[in-house]
């Protein structure tokens, strides 16, 4: 399996700040990396997908980086809205495997 | 906008099986376009990918938790199932389904959930 890591597992910041997730996959997935964000109760919401691309109806304030074994996740000014947790995803190969998550709090 | 619900029990005990289904409204589930998939997530935890089923009955399960998961499709109704043996307090959870385009050529990731159901499973 293609183990996937997140850092930090939580993350303190403010309305504003500027906020970047890391995830390291165990091997290569070239772009094939997904970031979602999850409210608490909620199913996940895809922001990135192919690493890089935004998805409909997601702010630009979201952007996605990264090729082969290294990503990040960059929230440019964070906003209320965006306190949640996030997953970084790998559908390089089966299984596919999840980050720990990143849990964004004040 | 298709649409994806999970339901079945709530409560499970030890031992017995966990049955859940999911219904799809808003599109068709006998398309070659799309892997219909269950994910779960202990409460407090991260998403553990279980396994897809496509449209003809082909499935696939994550090697990495043991074989007592089975997903099945019921393209009449319109719902495909996941069934789960000899639960224990471990596989408490919420539980997912969800859909994802199917190409090779282009993978893609999950674009669309159900709301999620808790199954506790407690004597």
């Known amino acids: 399996d293609i183990q996937m890591t997140q850092s930090p597992s939580t993350l303190s910041a403010s309305v504003g700040d500027r906020v970047t997730i890391t995830c390291r996959a165990s091997?290569?997935?070239?772009?094939?990396l997904a970031w979602y964000q999850q409210k608490p109760g909620k199913a996940p919401k895809v922001l990135i997908s192919d690493a890089t691309g935004l998805e409909s109806g997601v702010p630009p304030r979201f952007s996605g980086s990264g090729s082969g074994t290294e990503f990040t996740l960059t929230v440019s000014s964070l906003q209320p809205d965006d306190f949640a947790t996030y997953y970084c995803?790998?559908?390089?190969?089966?299984?596919?495997?999840f980050g720990q998550g990143t849990k964004v709090e004040i | 906008q298709v649409q994806l619900q999970e339901s079945g029990p709530g409560l499970v005990k030890p031992s017995q099986t966990l049955s859940l289904t999911c219904s799809v409204s808003g599109g068709s589930i006998s398309g070659s376009d799309y892997y219909w998939s269950w994910i779960r997530q202990p409460p407090g935890k991260g998403l553990e990918w279980i396994g897809f089923?496509?449209?003809?009955?082909?499935?696939y399960y994550n090697p990495s938790l043991d074989s007592r998961f089975t997903i099945s499709i019921d393209t009449s109704n319109n719902q495909f199932s996941l069934r789960l043996n000899s639960v224990t307090a471990a596989d408490t959870a919420v539980y997912f389904c969800?859909?994802?385009?199917?190409?090779?050529?282009?993978?893609?990731?999950?674009?669309?959930w159900g709301q999620g159901i808790l199954v506790t499973v407690s004597s």
């Open positions: 091997q290569s997935i070239s772009t094939w």
């Open positions: 969800a859909r994802y385009p199917s190409s090779i050529a282009a993978p893609s990731p999950i674009d669309d």
């Open positions: 089923i496509s449209s003809r009955g082909s499935t």
């Open positions: 995803q790998q559908y390089s190969g089966y299984p596919w495997t």
